[in-house]
Structure formats: C-alpha cells, structure tokens
C-alpha cells in the first residue's frame, strides 16, 4: 500500500480538518461537530454521506465572514501583545545597557567589602587600592576548576612582571568559609604562589562580595563536610581604583590572560 502524504487535501483526513475549521469558524453553528469518516475513499456526492455527515448544515460563504466586531477585538488583542513584547524588550535592553562599560572602561559594578586575610588581619578595599588587582573566587576543596585556576593566575603573574613588565596583586577570595579558615586558606595559597592574597570572611560578607562583583555560587545537597560548590569561574581585573575593567572566563589560557591584563592596563594608561 501506498503512502499517502500527510496533507493531501482530498484525503478524508485533511477534509474532516478543514470542515473542523470552518465550523469553528462560524459564529451561528456549534463547533462540537465533527465529520465521520468510515472508507478509503471520501464520498463526493451528498447522498454516499453517512447520516452523521448529512446533519452538518449547509456550507455558505456568507457563514464564514467573521464580523467586523470579531476583527477588531482580534485586532486590539494583537497590538496590545506586540506592545507588551516590545516593552519588555525595551526593558532587557535597558538592563543590558547597565552593565555595559562607561567611557572610561569601567563596569558598574562592585563595592565595598570588609573581609579578613590569612594572618586574621581586616582588609578592606581601601587597602587594595593603589595596585592593580587580578581577582578569584574559589573554594580550596574544589576538585578541579579551582586548583587548575589559581594554577593560571600564578602563571599569569609571572608572565606580567617577567614579559610585560608589569606588577599584579593576585587575590583569592573564597567562597566556602566553612571550611576555608585562614590557615587552610594560607597553606593552599602557598602551593600556587607566595604573592596571592587570600580573603576569606563571614558567610554574609563572602555573599555580599560576591553579588557586588556578580559571582554566582551555589553549595550542593550533601550532607557533612564532603560537599561541592558550583561557582563562577571569572578573573576579575581591578584598576588601582578597586573598579572593574576587566573579565576573562577559563576559555583563556596563562598566555593569554597575561595578555589580555596587559592589553587593559595599558590602555588606562593611554
């Protein structure tokens, strides 16, 4: 047997679609009726039509015209959609627009913060200013994202100061002060590099950081100590003024960090 298409208009199928149609279009018949059909060939004279059939009315053109009220509701219905989508994407765009760079590269974004180092001393971001800063969020426990991240900023410290000439202050802040006390946090830094600087704090101070600077980080389910922590994995560049210039996600390499820092601080520079 012959496959027959799927929209074949004289197939009994698409028939009884297109008299479901038209029925509902009409405003004076229910639409509640449906055609029948029980062969393999649609009958084409009234009198082969099952009594089912015979009891749809009668098919007129004037049935069909919808009236000019039913246009204009339909019309109204559809602008006044256009004009909600229009305002919310005149809203996304607004939004965008606030987190884009001013004129002088800045992001309009991060804040202040209170945190303590790995000695329990304070630090504020009155005392990171007057250097440039290549910022982390990471967690010491992290499995492989972070380690293989501090890994990329040592790197690209080096790289800075050796090729570019150019002094970064590295600074790690973490984003699981359950675990990350001070020490643990002093004695993983050192592994990676003696310039890193790591912060760690209360909870509420870690979770405002990190929505001034728009790190996301979420901890798992699981129960105890043995849990993970999905995050953000950005370098954030800070000009001597503690304000962002700069973002560069894992997709870059040492090299290309270095690079990309350089680019940045030079440009300030002019």
């Known amino acids: 047997m012959t496959a027959q298409s799927s929209f074949e208009i004289g197939s009994p199928v698409n028939a009884c679609m297109l008299k479901i149609y038209f029925l ?16 393999s060939k649609f009958p084409r004279d009234r009198n082969d039509l099952s009594e089912f059939d ?17 246009l204009l509701v339909f019309g109204a219905g559809v602008w006044l959609i256009h004009s909600n989508d229009e305002r919310r994407a005149t809203s996304g765009s607004s939004q965008t627009k606030r987190f884009e760079r001013n004129p002088q590269g800045v992001w309009p974004y991060g804040g202040p913060f209170r945190l303590i180092n790995t000695e329990n001393k304070t630090v504020t971001e009155a005392d990171l200013q007057g250097s440039w800063i290549l910022m982390y969020f990471g967690y010491t426990s ?3 994202v972070g380690p293989e991240e501090v890994q990329k900023m040592a790197e690209a410290i080096d790289i800075l ?7 970064i202050t590295p600074v790690y802040i973490s984003i699981d002060p359950q675990r990350d006390s001070p020490a643990q946090l002093r004695a993983y830094l ?13 909870a509420a101070a870690i979770k405002q950081i990190a929505q001034e600077f728009r790190i996301f980080f979420k901890k798992s389910e699981e129960e105890g100590q043995d849990y993970l922590i999905e995050s953000t994995n950005d370098m954030i560049l800070l000009n001597p003024k503690t304000e962002i210039v700069g973002r560069f ?8 960090l270095s690079d990309a820092v350089a680019k940045e601080v030079k440009k300030a520079a002019g």
Do not use: M, N
Request: aromatic residues 10%.
């Open 24 to 39: 509902t279009l009409r405003l004076g018949h229910r639409p509640a009726q449906f055609c029948s059909y029980s062969g």
């Open 142 to 144: 992290s499995p492989d």
């Open 190 to 202: 050192q592994e990676f590099h003696p310039k890193i600087i790591g912060l760690t704090g209360p």
């Open 161 to 167: 100061e050796d090729q570019h000439h150019l002094k």
């Open 249 to 256: 996600g894992v997709r870059y390499d040492a090299v290309q």
């Open 54 to 70: 015979k009891a749809l009315p009668s098919w007129s053109l004037r049935d069909y015209i919808i009236p000019p009220a039913v």
